[in-house]
């Protein structure tokens, strides 16, 4: 009796443990206030952001990490734009700054590393700015060369060379202020500007926001940490007074950036994720008490990992004023959350385990496709004028989002069912026959959300452009899904497909989603296409690859399964029934 | 009658249906990357049948698939489709509760159809250019061109005549009407142009017109633009105008010129110009402002806006509207879009759209919305009551 207690407290304990120090503040050596210094907000691709942003945002960028190591040291991002804003100059070596001697720059081509003169044999793909500026008649001239390529026919070296061009011209304006808009409109009818432009045109001296700036910038150059901290302290307090909302704004964005909520989430749903499977495990080896108590801890830490997930999306919601989905970073972060709720729904109706291990599953994977799809830059990039439209993007792309969503978990109950009854003997009549109803009930109820959402896509383009329907590609890959679900529920209904039958086709609906959610913008067609880097074509490829597999799987033999329970349900009845359409 | 319609009324063949469309649609997306997304709406789904080369289905880095198919069109499927839900419906058509979800949701999937299928027949779009403080009162269909024909000579309107660039392109010989003042023989028609200046275009080149702009600057046959690009063709044609006595000079027209040229037959003025198909309208719309806000410190935009005053005499209309991103204006059956900008933010474009068939997705969506919810929800009600007890 005891355990049905004593395992999900124990199980969220033990995620506590592991969640509460990473989201205290984390103690530092460093006598300057860098918290405060990250809290600045500055004006940057049309939004403002706090400096903490920009500094985390340009790593990504440059080199795919939020933190710098240099000589086992951890160095985080706002220390080093500290540096790079203050052009400190490095003690080991007086004739360059610190920031220009940090290895911030990821390079992974062959051919790069071969003009940079770097042989493979090195195994070197990080280089500081001084490292790649020694190079940088040679990287100007081949860019060159490849600017002259219309931007859609350059190959993969000359995309390279041009992105590593764009990176260092990046690198450059940040040093010089020319980005972010650094400093703010202290009275009405003023706009943000960059600080470099008014030192230039001599009305930095003038303007009180600017030369506080430059102040915080000297007292770090001279490393004098009292005087950095008041005169952060003092800045923060100015603008605050002048933009009371966006000084706020900028200080949650710093809190959110530290908390990393997505990052806790999905170690959450690992967690959740080996809980559950165990969980489901111990059903089958017929120890129900004790696969009953590790199913409530599962659920226990799924729904903290859930509640740390909301959290990270309210959180958006605040700083973007914008409903959750706004780009494909923001829809894999709300596919997993959508994934999960249903997966409690499931859980919920049929007490299986199965809901559980399918929410934390594609919960953790959703949030791993987010975070690779974080590299390009800030997640929280202004709306095209077109789309600049919160009651659409809250009905028409929740809605298709939402259907995306149901579609990969079907798909995912569908591969739970393939792989159970062929390399396993538990997946016995009655599992059988519930995991066939879960995975219908999802595909109506994808089939509703898709339909609905595609609709409304149509009708949002007939009050933007008069035109419901334009058959652009994306619009196609939403009445590909659509279409596909029908098939499947009229297959059903007509008795053409049987339990499998379904859970196959169900797999095959993860290939088409996917191919809406990413592929319609490989093509790079259509007004909905946005950026799109190479590696994202070999993952679909891969992830199209091995579903197909294992819908080859699922269409063996049905003698060669090993749970034999489910033989007779997925055999052809002698004589067919005549086909109704009320199933 | 049933025995007869049973195999048309049939799940599979609804099954087999639209399997095929799914196959139509992707190749339709696929062939988007080649093609205009107008060429392929015509061809693949608005067309009874369509040859689907194997080819679309491969990158472009393996060349040279051979073969292809020939497929249903999207109106075979759209109206074989409509044809089997209603002959379902009609072989086994009996109403009960459990049935009148699944019921409405057809019902709103045919209104879908048929929405499409008016669309594609009745719907006209145009756009509208205006220059600031510039008025219009005519559509411009950049997907069509003609050629006007301008005598200026009566005291109190210009006569014009137009010939449709469809005529010019398939012209053999002169073309001759009696309401053109002289005979007009094409020498060379080109579906999308590149103009050449005269620095760029070489002397045979120039030599090819006789008379006008084309002396000046020379247009080459370019590639017809596709989905990709998101760009319109831009024709272009040589033409030499004859009168009785034989050719008066071989001029080039093209809708790279903005204003028409001056042409001289039998010592009388006229002007020609080849421009996009117009249509006029009883109303004309004054482009009081427009609008190109940015991000601060991007080139992105952030909004765009006409402020224009909409007069109609013979409605006796005469106000001022705001057009903007997501707020069309809808009049007189046409709903007027802000679609692009002038260069220089100097004068706006409006989408101009008349479609008889709009509502018809709206009224789609609430009833296939209702449908479902009502089929579906039904099932999970009585799975749940079951499942609870």
Request: glycine share 8%; hydrophobic share 45%.
């Amino acid at each position: 009796m005891r355990i049905r207690l004593l395992v999900p407290i124990a199980a969220v304990v033990l995620a506590l443990l592991y969640l509460v120090p990473q989201l205290a503040p984390r103690p530092t050596d460093s006598q300057f206030d860098l918290e405060a210094f990250g809290r600045i907000p500055v004006s940057a691709e049309g939004r403002i952001k706090p400096l903490d942003t920009v500094a985390r945002n340009t790593l990504m960028r440059f080199g795919g990490k939020q933190t710098i190591r240099d000589d086992g040291r951890k160095i985080p991002a706002i220390e080093w734009l500290a540096d790079l804003l203050s052009h400190r100059t490095s003690p080991a070596n007086p004739s360059t700054t610190v920031a220009a001697s940090l290895p911030i720059f990821r390079i992974d081509h062959p051919d790069l590393l071969d003009l940079l003169g770097v042989t493979p044999e090195q195994k070197k793909n990080r280089f500081s700015f001084d490292e790649l500026f020694a190079h940088r008649d040679a990287i100007t001239r081949q860019a060159g060369l490849a600017f002259q390529v219309d931007a859609k026919k350059r190959g993969p070296y000359q995309r390279r060379i041009v992105g590593l061009y764009d990176t260092l011209s990046r690198y450059i304006a940040l040093s010089r202020y020319d980005t972010p808009y650094a400093v703010p409109p202290l009275t009405a009818n003023e706009q943000w500007r960059p600080l470099g432009e008014m030192l230039m045109d001599g009305s930095a001296g003038s303007d009180e926001a600017a030369a506080s700036l430059t102040a915080i910038f000297n007292a770090y150059a001279a490393q004098n940490s009292g005087e950095f901290n008041d005169a952060v302290a003092d800045y923060l307090r100015l603008v605050r007074a002048d933009l009371p909302g966006a000084t706020r704004k900028a200080g949650y964005e710093t809190l959110f950036n530290r908390m990393t909520p997505f990052y806790h989430a999905s170690a959450l749903y690992v967690y959740a994720f080996l809980l559950s499977s165990f969980a489901f495990m111990l059903t089958s080896l017929s120890k129900p008490d004790w696969a009953r108590a590790l199913g409530r801890g599962a659920i226990a830490v799924l729904v903290l990992a859930f509640f740390i997930h909301t959290i990270g999306i309210i959180s958006r919601i605040y700083l973007q004023g914008r409903p959750p989905v706004t780009n494909l970073y923001s829809s894999a972060v709300f596919i997993g959350w959508i994934c999960v709720m249903l997966g409690f729904v499931i859980e919920k109706l049929f007490r299986l385990g199965i809901g559980t291990i399918a929410a934390a599953a594609i919960g953790f994977v959703t949030l791993v496709i987010a975070h690779n799809l974080s590299s390009g830059g800030d997640t929280m990039e202004m709306m095209q004028a077109v789309l600049d439209s919160n009651f659409w993007l809250s009905t028409h792309v929740v809605c298709i989002t939402i259907g995306y969503s149901a579609t990969f978990l079907a798909g995912f109950l569908g591969i739970t069912y393939i792989l159970l009854g062929v390399l396993t003997p538990v997946l016995k009549p009655d599992r059988a026959k519930a995991l066939a109803r879960m995975i219908y009930g999802v595909i109506c109820f994808a089939a509703l959300m898709s339909f609905v959402g595609t609709v409304l896509g149509g009708i949002w383009a007939d009050q933007s452009w008069g035109r419901f329907w334009g058959w652009d590609p994306k619009e196609n890959g939403a009445a590909l899904i659509v279409i596909w679900l029908l098939i499947i529920l009229h297959a059903r209904w007509g008795e053409m497909v049987r339990e499998r039958g379904v859970a196959v086709l169900a797999v095959a609906g993860n290939i088409v989603t996917s191919w809406s959610w990413f592929g319609t913008n490989m093509l790079g067609v259509g007004l909905h296409s946005y950026g799109f880097t190479d590696s994202a074509v070999f993952w679909m490829l891969t992830f199209a690859t091995s579903q197909l597999a294992i819908m080859a799987l699922g269409m063996l033999p049905i003698a060669l399964w090993r749970s034999t329970g489910v033989r007779a349900i997925n055999q052809r009845s002698p004589t067919p029934r005549v086909a109704t359409t009320s199933a | 009658m049933t025995k007869w319609l049973k195999p048309i009324a049939s799940l599979r063949f609804t099954v087999v249906l639209l399997s095929l469309s799914m196959v139509l649609v992707l190749a339709g997306t696929l062939a988007q990357v080649n093609h205009g997304v107008w060429t392929v709406v015509d061809d693949y789904f608005r067309s009874p049948l369509v040859y689907i080369k194997f080819q679309l289905f491969f990158p472009s880095t393996i060349q040279k698939i051979p073969g292809g198919i020939l497929f249903p069109g999207g109106l075979t499927l759209g109206l074989l489709l409509m044809i089997n839900l209603l002959a379902a419906h009609l072989v086994r058509f009996r109403f009960t509760w459990k049935r009148a979800g699944s019921l409405i949701t057809h019902f709103g999937v045919i209104v879908l159809i048929i929405g499409e299928f008016v669309t594609g027949v009745a719907a006209k779009e145009g756009k509208m250019a205006i220059f600031e403080g510039g008025s219009s009162n005519f559509t411009e269909d950049n997907r069509s061109v003609e050629l006007a024909i301008i005598d200026p000579s009566p005291t109190d309107h210009d006569r014009v005549t137009v010939i449709p660039g469809s005529k010019l392109a398939g012209a053999r010989g002169a073309l001759t009407d009696p309401r053109l003042p002289f005979g007009i023989r094409v020498e060379q028609w080109m579906p999308n142009s590149q103009i050449l200046g005269p620095m760029q275009a070489t002397p045979d080149q120039l030599a090819r017109a006789t008379d006008g702009l084309g002396t000046q600057m020379a247009a080459t046959p370019a590639p017809q633009a596709t989905g990709v690009d998101n760009k319109n063709d831009l024709p272009a044609a040589y033409v030499t105008l004859l009168d009785d006595s034989g050719p008066v000079g071989t001029y080039l027209a093209t809708v790279w010129f903005t204003q028409p040229q001056t042409v001289t037959v039998g010592g009388k003025q006229y002007y020609l110009q080849l421009r996009f198909t117009r249509s006029y309208k009883p109303y004309t719309i004054h482009l009081i402002d427009f609008k190109h806000d940015k991000f601060v410190g991007t080139e992105m935009a952030r909004n765009y806006s006409s402020l224009v005053r909409l007069e109609d005499p013979s409605r006796n209309v005469d106000r001022q509207v705001l057009i903007y991103m997501n707020h069309p204006l809808r009049y007189a059956g046409e709903t007027f879009y802000q679609a692009s900008f002038m260069e220089g933010d100097t004068g706006t474009v409006l989408q101009v759209v008349r479609n008889p068939g709009w509502m018809l997705p709206y009224v789609s969506c609430t009833l296939v919305t209702v449908g479902m919810l009502m089929h579906f929800g039904l099932r999970l009600t009585t799975f749940v009551r079951r499942q609870n007890r």
